[in-house]
């Protein structure tokens, strides 16, 4: 099987008829639409399920999943994540990269060239990403993942550059 990729959470049923209340972190090039009809993998099931529906409800999503049409089946679903295969996002444009991706990816300081650690986790909150860096000492960091830090990600090589990263280690 291709890789799963984490592609959201299921935060509560909603109706009696078996919707979900979902949080998706999709990157921004794929159209929601595209994900009916896709296999779609729920933590802690076995089998895959498809979406028939889905629709914006402020912040959040709501889906309807093939063979899930009662309130108790759902209840089941309440705070799971959803993953997708990745070969099902397709290719992503050049400035946008999955997380699975980047965890494990070795950190350079731009300028200097010189190690500075390894990506360990990105964490979200409303504002942007957090990058959480593990140095070579050991000790983790939080910078922004905004491109004001980030010179270069470069996959093939497997390398993250950055700039002006040094005061948000120094907080630590």
């Known amino acids: 099987m291709n890789q799963l990729v984490c592609i959201g959470q299921?935060?509560?049923?909603?109706?009696?008829?078996?919707?979900?209340?979902?949080?998706?972190?999709l990157p921004?090039?794929?159209e929601v639409d595209e994900l009916i009809d896709k296999a779609i993998f729920i933590q802690g099931f076995d089998s895959s399920?498809?979406?028939?529906?889905?629709?914006?409800?402020?912040?959040?999503?709501?889906?309807?999943?093939?063979?899930?049409?009662?309130l108790e089946?759902?209840?089941k679903m309440r705070n799971k994540e959803l993953y997708l295969q990745k070969e099902d996002l397709g290719k992503l444009p050049d400035n946008e990269f999955l997380i699975v991706?980047?965890?494990?990816?070795?950190?350079?300081?731009?300028e200097t060239k010189e190690e500075i650690g390894e990506l360990v986790e990105v964490e979200d909150i409303p504002q942007n990403s957090l990058l959480k860096i593990k140095k070579l000492s050991g000790d983790n960091?939080?910078?922004p993942m905004v491109d004001r830090y980030i010179s270069k990600i470069d996959l093939s090589e497997k390398v993250i550059y950055l700039v002006d990263w040094l005061p948000f280690a120094e907080l630590n």
């Open 141 to 143: 960091f939080l910078l």
């Open 101 to 110: 991706d980047l965890i494990g990816l070795k950190v350079i300081d731009f």
């Open 28 to 30: 921004s090039s794929i």
């Open 10 to 25: 299921i935060n509560r049923p909603h109706g009696l008829e078996g919707s979900l209340k979902i949080t998706l972190s």
């Open 49 to 70: 399920f498809s979406i028939k529906g889905i629709s914006k409800m402020s912040k959040f999503w709501l889906i309807q999943l093939k063979g899930i049409d009662t």
């Open 73 to 75: 089946s759902a209840e």
